[in-house]
């Protein structure tokens, strides 16, 4: 056979092996958009479905407002998991998520400090004169500081203690300025303060919902224009399952409501 003859075989049969490979189902990666509060017990949760599944999951992570404005923008995010339901009702109302958001588990802010009596009394604690700064979420764009807010007000202390505050861009940044010893208070999510990592640090009072309006943690598949992930679909399901569920509990969320 020629030279000419052996290099037709060799494009042909290098058409073919490309062809035959892109046919082959590729394992899907999951990407998933949290809010903050939620990450430590996704750490979990993510873990028994990428073993039920075999999909990878990876997870961005920030305040639900920045999380927000990224999709409006077009992020290529699955699944959205806020720590509200207004931001992706939001985004419900301008048609990016394929289905109406529902509400997976509702979040819980306790008032944390490195050192306080199990008996200690929340107005006491925060209108404190010893205590120099306090430590919340941005209320513009997390709504665990939107939550923060509500009960300074409803306990008449914010106008008090509003110079003593320092916004957090999320949860996240939030904690680190209590831990890190930048503040003498702040306010969390009861998930937070049940991880491993912060069992036994410091000291935290779960706040009475009388002060608040109820965290609800909303949750949605964003739509992708063309074509669908199976994966999400699932995950979704997953979140909204009895194994879900108990971790979530574990981790200081309601689920019965």
Same mark, same amino acid.
């Given at each position: 056979?020629s030279k +000419?003859?052996?290099?037709?075989y060799? =494009?042909?049969?290098?058409?073919l092996? +490309?062809?035959?490979?892109?046919?082959? %189902?590729?394992?899907?990666?999951?990407?998933?958009a949290?809010?903050?509060?939620v990450?430590y017990?996704?750490?979990s949760?993510?873990?028994?479905?990428?073993q039920?599944?075999?999909t990878?999951c990876?997870?961005v992570?920030?305040?639900?407002? !920045?999380l927000t404005?990224?999709?409006? !923008?077009g992020?290529?995010?699955?699944?959205?998991?806020?720590?509200d339901?207004?931001y992706?009702?939001?985004?419900?109302?301008?048609?990016?998520?394929? $289905?109406?958001?529902? =509400?997976?588990?509702?979040?819980?802010?306790?008032l944390?400090?490195?050192?306080?009596?199990?008996? &200690?009394?929340?107005?006491?604690?925060?209108?404190s004169?010893?205590i @120099?700064?306090i430590?919340?979420?941005?209320?513009?764009i997390?709504?665990?500081g939107?939550?923060?807010?509500?009960?300074?007000t /409803?306990? $008449?202390l914010?106008?008090?203690v509003?110079? !003593?505050?320092?916004?957090g861009?999320?949860?996240?940044?939030? $904690?680190?300025?209590? +831990? /890190?010893?930048?503040?003498?208070?702040?306010? +969390?999510?009861?998930? =937070? =303060?049940?991880?491993?990592q912060?069992?036994n640090?410091? !000291?935290?009072v779960e706040?009475?919902?009388?002060y608040?309006?109820?965290i609800?943690?909303?949750?949605?598949?964003? $739509?992708h224009?063309?074509?669908e992930l %199976? /994966? &999400?679909? &699932?995950f979704?399901?997953?979140? @909204?399952?009895? @194994?879900?569920?108990?971790?979530?509990?574990?981790f200081g969320?309601?689920?019965?409501?």
């Open positions: 056979m +000419t003859g052996h290099a037709f060799f =494009v042909i049969a290098v058409v092996m +490309t062809t035959l490979g892109c046919s082959q %189902p590729k394992p899907q990666t999951l990407t998933i949290a809010a903050a509060n990450q017990a996704l750490d949760l993510i873990s028994i479905f990428e039920e599944t075999g990878g990876e997870v992570v920030s305040s639900s407002g !920045k404005a990224q999709i409006s !923008k992020a290529p995010y699955d699944i959205f998991l806020s720590a339901m207004k992706p009702e939001l985004l419900y109302g301008e048609g990016l998520l394929k $289905n109406k958001p529902v =509400v997976y588990a509702r979040g819980s802010l306790v944390w400090g490195p050192s306080m009596s199990d008996s &200690a009394d929340l107005w006491q604690l925060l209108s004169d010893e @120099r700064k430590a919340i979420a941005n209320p513009k997390a709504p665990y939107i939550g923060a807010m509500e009960v300074l /409803s306990m $008449n914010l106008d008090g509003e110079e !003593k505050l320092i916004y861009e999320s949860i996240a940044q939030t $904690n680190h300025f209590m +831990t /890190s010893g930048a503040t003498g208070l702040g306010f +969390t999510a009861k998930s =937070v =303060v049940m991880t491993p912060m069992r640090v410091g !000291k935290w706040v009475n919902t009388a608040y309006t109820p609800d943690q909303g949750m949605a598949i964003i $739509n224009e063309g074509y %199976p /994966s &999400a679909q &699932a979704y399901d997953f979140m @909204r399952s009895s @194994r879900a569920q108990s971790i979530l509990n574990y969320y309601q689920t019965d409501f």
